[in-house]
């Protein structure tokens, strides 16, 4: 995907975030790795990094993290973040620092991190992982959930853990990060088709429901 692309799909998710907003000593979320990650076809995972990449942006937000920044663009190959294109686009933004999460999947087993950075030095300040008993590919949401519950603790973030909400299925979470996609490339049937698809498979999916609701679905 093209780095105006993922600028497009970055600024469809962010319109998501009701919490967000801009402050020089903000925290953005840069995207999710999903290089090396086995078991579902890469189009899903590459869907999947854009669904968790508000999900963990929503999460900061809803606990209160300081200036929550919307995601900047990515860049490169799929699965992978373009940190230099990341860091740029934080710090136009106005936040302090980045997040760079990190999903590996083999078959179902999963490992959830994110690295916290510095914005305008890319120096690494601390690695954060979720609960350790969360290890399979249906508790995604639940890592997030642990992931912005970790990161409130690090100085800078801010905000309050919160207890984590239920699940979401996977199937809901990579028709949610479709939804963008399609839409960024102008196919609005496309990603009303993938957030209604998204709301069947949860129907308590509010960030699914609000997408829906913006491109008219």
Do not use: C
């Not at 090396?36 to 890469?42: A, E, I, M, P, Q």
């Not at 942006?57 to 699965?79: I, M």
């Not at 230099?84 to 179902?108: C, E, F, I, N």
């Amino acid at each position: 995907m093209s780095i105006w692309r993922q600028t497009l799909v970055a600024l469809a998710l962010a319109s998501t975030v009701a919490s967000a907003r801009i402050t020089a000593q903000g925290v953005t979320v840069g995207g999710f790795e999903t290089h090396g990650s086995v078991g579902l076809n890469r189009a899903d995972y590459q869907a999947l990094g854009l669904a968790l990449t508000t999900l963990l942006t929503e999460q900061l937000g809803e606990r209160g993290a300081t200036g929550v920044v919307p995601a900047p663009a990515q860049g490169g190959r799929a699965g992978r973040v373009d940190l230099g294109a990341a860091r740029t686009a934080a710090t136009s933004a106005g936040a302090k620092l980045l997040v760079v999460g990190s999903l590996l999947d083999q078959y179902g087993d999963i490992q959830v991190e994110a690295r916290l950075i510095d914005a305008s030095t890319g120096k690494p300040i601390t690695v954060v992982r979720a609960d350790p008993t969360l290890v399979k590919r249906e508790q995604l949401a639940e890592a997030i959930a642990s992931l912005a519950n970790q990161l409130t603790e690090q100085p800078g973030v801010g905000g309050s853990p919160r207890a984590a909400a239920s699940g979401i299925p996977v199937p809901a979470l990579v028709q949610f990060g479709k939804g963008p996609e399609a839409e960024a490339a102008g196919d609005r049937a496309a990603a009303q088709a993938a957030f209604r698809a998204a709301v069947r498979a949860a129907p308590g999916f509010t960030s699914a429901t609000a997408a829906l609701r913006r491109v008219g679905g």
